[in-house]
């Protein structure tokens, strides 16, 4: 099973990511340790999205997508 989720920032609400994972409870472990340059400055973190794909390259094709501007408009209007 193949993950993309998204996290809020706990101290800074405005801020979110986006990343995709087989095992996604490391990675959230992870990014919570300040192991991510793109997170650390951000952290603590809390999943406020998961999503499960069968397939590898589908969860990257909808994290990609989740990324452009369309896909702002759509978490905006779907998930956030």
């Not at 405005?14 to 991510?36: F, P």
Request: overall charge positive; hydrophobic content about 40%; proline content about 2%.
């Amino acid at each position: 099973m193949h993950y993309v989720y998204i996290l809020r920032s706990i101290h800074s609400p405005d801020q979110t990511y986006i990343g995709s994972t087989s095992d996604i409870k490391t990675r959230i472990l992870s990014h919570n340790a300040g192991a991510n340059k793109h997170t650390s400055k951000f952290r603590p973190w809390k999943i406020i999205w998961i999503c499960g794909f069968l397939n590898q390259n589908k969860a990257i094709a909808f994290e990609q997508y989740l990324k452009t501007a369309s896909g702002i408009a759509f978490r905006k209007k779907r998930i956030l």
